[in-house]
């Protein structure tokens, strides 16, 4: 086991889960690269906070709907991990990044699908895909999938199919990086209050009790709820963990 510092790589770290997930690795002694898509002001914040908890912390910017912009994003993680620490390689890749679009099924535009399909699927099969070689081996990936794929609420098919191909994925991914001992998981959250999704879950007092009508421990998911358990679930004391899907819901719709 090494003493090394671990390095985090977290897309989407800039607001809701993605800072949550940031600040508690940072918690953990672990360093942060966190990336934004538009929001820098706010991923510099973040990366402030992680600072005052003694911790070292990047930003960079990435389209993570974008599949060709990933040759020079990694590129410039190369660049960050020798600048900012130097090394070649880094530990943890959380695939966060991503949007919710609510319609119903017979209301579902192309466009619509395809915005997802780039962002969450191809975007997460592709970065990870061209970050393999900057990925320390005995590391960890966690990708990001939603309860949304194991129950079904109207006007999310095309995001929850997203999402169960994320989970397929996830397995073969495993499978297919065990021989360098890179393990890989899906956390599952349920509903959580940011501002995803317009911040329904947060924002709309009634989408919030019927959420937490349906959740066993009978409130809505909170961002430190799901933050905490990733940061805990890319630790050694989870190593034998592997190509299994997590859900981190309080246990809603059970």
Same mark, same amino acid.
Do not use: C
């Given at each position: /086991?090494?003493?090394?510092? %671990? #390095? +985090?790589?977290?897309?989407?770290? !800039?607001?809701?889960?993605g800072?949550?997930?940031?600040?508690?690795? +940072?918690? %953990? @002694?672990?360093?942060?690269? $966190?990336?934004?898509?538009?929001r820098?002001?706010?991923? &510099?914040?973040?990366v402030t906070?992680?600072?005052?908890?003694?911790r070292? +912390?990047a930003t $960079?910017q990435?389209?993570? =709907?974008?599949?060709?912009?990933?040759?020079a994003?990694?590129?410039a993680?190369?660049?960050?991990?020798a600048?900012?620490?130097?090394?070649?390689?880094f &530990?943890f890749?959380?695939?966060?990044? *991503?949007?919710?679009i609510?319609m119903?099924?017979?209301?579902?535009?192309e466009? /619509?699908?395809?915005?997802?399909?780039?962002?969450?699927?191809k975007?997460t099969?592709?970065?990870?895909?061209? $970050?393999?070689?900057?990925?320390a081996? =005995?590391?960890s #990936?966690?990708n990001l999938?939603s309860?949304l794929?194991?129950?079904?609420t109207?006007?999310?098919?095309?995001y +929850?199919a /997203?999402?169960?191909?994320?989970?397929v994925?996830?397995?073969? /991914?495993?499978?297919?990086? @065990?021989?360098r001992?890179? %393990?890989?998981?899906t #956390?599952?959250?349920?509903?959580?209050e940011?501002?995803f999704?317009g911040?329904?879950?947060r924002?709309?007092?009634? !989408?919030?009790?019927?959420v937490?009508?349906?959740?066993?421990?009978g409130?809505?998911g909170?961002?430190?709820?799901?933050?905490?358990?990733?940061?805990?679930?890319?630790?050694?004391?989870? %190593?034998?963990?592997? @190509?299994?899907?997590?859900?981190? !819901? *309080? =246990?809603?719709?059970?």
């Amino acid at each position: /086991m090494t003493t090394e510092t %671990r #390095i +985090a790589l977290i897309t989407g770290g !800039s607001r809701g889960l993605g800072r949550n997930a940031a600040l508690s690795l +940072a918690q %953990r @002694g672990v360093d942060v690269i $966190l990336t934004y898509h538009s929001r820098r002001a706010e991923a &510099d914040a973040v990366v402030t906070e992680i600072e005052a908890q003694g911790r070292k +912390a990047a930003t $960079l910017q990435l389209d993570a =709907g974008n599949a060709a912009s990933f040759e020079a994003f990694a590129a410039a993680v190369k660049k960050t991990l020798a600048a900012v620490w130097s090394r070649d390689r880094f &530990d943890f890749l959380v695939n966060n990044a *991503g949007i919710g679009i609510h319609m119903p099924f017979a209301e579902t535009t192309e466009d /619509m699908f395809d915005e997802l399909v780039n962002i969450h699927l191809k975007g997460t099969f592709f970065l990870t895909q061209r $970050l393999l070689p900057l990925i320390a081996d =005995g590391g960890s #990936i966690v990708n990001l999938s939603s309860g949304l794929a194991r129950f079904t609420t109207p006007g999310f098919s095309a995001y +929850a199919a /997203m999402k169960g191909g994320i989970e397929v994925l996830t397995r073969y /991914m495993a499978k297919e990086l @065990g021989h360098r001992g890179i %393990r890989v998981n899906t #956390i599952a959250p349920g509903a959580i209050e940011t501002d995803f999704g317009g911040g329904v879950v947060r924002d709309n007092a009634e !989408s919030n009790r019927q959420v937490a009508a349906a959740t066993a421990l009978g409130r809505a998911g909170l961002p430190d709820d799901i933050g905490p358990m990733i940061a805990a679930f890319l630790g050694e004391e989870n %190593r034998w963990v592997n @190509g299994q899907r997590i859900e981190v !819901s *309080g =246990g809603v719709n059970l």
